[in-house]
Structures are given as structure tokens and as C-alpha cells.
């Protein structure tokens, strides 16, 4: 079955320190993975996406990532956090190409809780 | 170009009552999706629409339906409410192309049932 699995439900760092949320993901394929960040009772709001190519991705507010097909993960790191990370943070796949129903399902880790102190 | 919108931004219903959630489609994007994200979970699939049609659906009971409308605005409606369908539901809007898919999200309505 496909899945995403985020081992660390919370974790905390402090400010200035570096960064690394784990991504595991079962697909019988690569699949397009994708990392979103969520604040308190709001939408999801995409951070960066790895579809082919080179492994390390860029993203917004200063995240990359690194898609290691050897060990099945795509883990996002920044090198300096900021208490404004603060947030929720969720890994994504979905199949390449369309699923038998001719949908593109995309299917959701449990999210890392991230917590920066002083 | 303007983003993804849900509303109510709240809702407080009494089990056995029937909810209807709306969401409006970010421009130029004809697939919407949406999602039942419980307290602590990551979103769970509830069922996609593209052109108007159901195209994809997850493990959810008949109870949760939805419509798309030309406009590729959308609705999801539950009916007989149940505690656990206590979620924030999101929805997502995309452009299904030949080999990519990324979505943009609403930032979701807060259903409470009691």
C-alpha cells in the first residue's frame, strides 16, 4: 500500500540551530513527494515538491530537501530556524501518473510538530 | 489571481444534522479535492472532482457527497452527522496535467459536532 510515514510527531529546536524533519515513503514507483506547513487552524501551504531531476530541492522560507531513493526518504532541512517556524509539517506523495481510477491521489504523513525556543 | 476559499470559516452542528461545506476554486484550476483532517492527523482523502464529475474516492461512507459546479466551485455535504466527523475539511484545487500534480489549498472550515 502506498503510504508516508513521519517518525517524529514533535520535535524541538532552538533558534539558530539547524533543522531535519524525516520522510519515509512505500510506493511501488517514485512518487511526487512534497512537504506543506500548516499553522494553527489553517490551511496547508506548500513548501516545496520534488517531481524528477536533482534530489535536492529549494523551497520557500529558507527550506530544502534531499530525495534519497536508497532509503526511501525525503527529509526537509534548514540550516538556521526561526522562532516564526514554529508550525505543523507534513510530507506528501502521490503516484506518478493517474491511479487505475484515473485520479491522482495524494496521500498524507501525520505531520511533525515543530516547536523553536529562545 | 485569487487563491482557494472556504466557508463558514466555523460550524457547531448536533449529531444526526446535515452539514454543507463550500469552497471556491483558485482561477484556471478544474479539479478540486477534499480532505477530513481529524485533531493530530495528517488529511485524509475524502473523494476528487474534475469537470464536474466524481473521479476518485477514499475510504469514506455515502454519507459524505459532493458537487462541482461550472464554475469549478464545490461543495461537500455530509449528512447524519456523526461525533467523528468532528474535522477540519479542506479542500484543494489543482489542474490535472499529463504528469504533475500540485494543489492549493483553502485554509479549511472547522466542523464541531456535538
Known amino acids: 500500500a502506498q503510504s508516508v510515514t513521519q517518525p517524529d510527531i514533535h520535535i524541538t529546536v532552538s533558534e539558530g540551530a539547524s533543522l531535519e524533519l524525516r520522510c519515509n515513503y512505500s510506493?511501488?514507483?517514485?512518487?511526487?513527494l512534497f512537504w506543506y506547513v500548516q499553522s494553527p487552524g489553517q490551511g496547508l501551504q506548500l513548501l516545496l515538491k520534488y517531481f524528477s531531476g536533482d534530489t535536492l530541492v529549494q523551497g520557500i522560507k529558507g527550506f530544502e530537501a534531499e530525495f534519497k531513493r536508497s532509503q526511501s526518504s525525503f527529509n526537509l532541512r534548514k540550516p538556521s530556524v526561526h522562532w516564526s517556524d514554529a508550525a505543523e509539517y507534513i510530507c506528501?506523495?502521490?503516484?506518478?501518473?493517474?491511479?487505475?481510477?484515473?485520479?491522482?491521489?495524494?496521500?498524507f504523513g501525520i505531520g511533525t510538530k515543530l516547536q523553536v525556543i529562545p | 489571481e485569487t487563491g482557494v476559499t472556504q466557508s463558514p470559516t466555523h460550524l457547531i452542528k448536533t449529531r444526526g444534522q446535515q452539514v454543507t461545506l463550500r469552497c471556491s476554486s483558485q482561477s484556471g484550476h478544474n479539479t478540486v479535492s477534499w480532505y477530513q483532517q481529524a485533531l493530530g492527523q495528517g488529511p485524509q482523502f475524502i473523494f476528487q472532482?474534475?469537470?464536474?464529475?466524481?473521479?476518485g474516492r477514499g475510504n469514506f461512507p455515502p454519507r459524505f457527497s459532493g458537487l462541482q459546479f461550472p464554475n469549478y466551485s464545490s461543495e461537500l455535504n455530509v449528512n447524519a452527522l456523526e461525533l467523528d466527523d468532528s474535522a477540519l475539511y479542506l479542500c484543494?484545487?489543482?489542474?490535472?496535467?499529463?504528469?504533475?500534480?500540485?494543489?492549493?489549498f483553502g485554509p479549511g472550515t472547522r466542523l464541531t459536532v456535538t
Open positions: 484543494a484545487s489543482s489542474t490535472i496535467l499529463a504528469s504533475r500534480y500540485e494543489q492549493y
Open positions: 510506493y511501488g514507483a517514485t512518487p511526487y
Open positions: 472532482y474534475y469537470r464536474e464529475e466524481e473521479n
Open positions: 506528501a506523495g502521490a503516484p506518478t501518473g493517474f491511479d487505475s481510477g484515473g485520479y491522482q491521489k495524494v496521500t
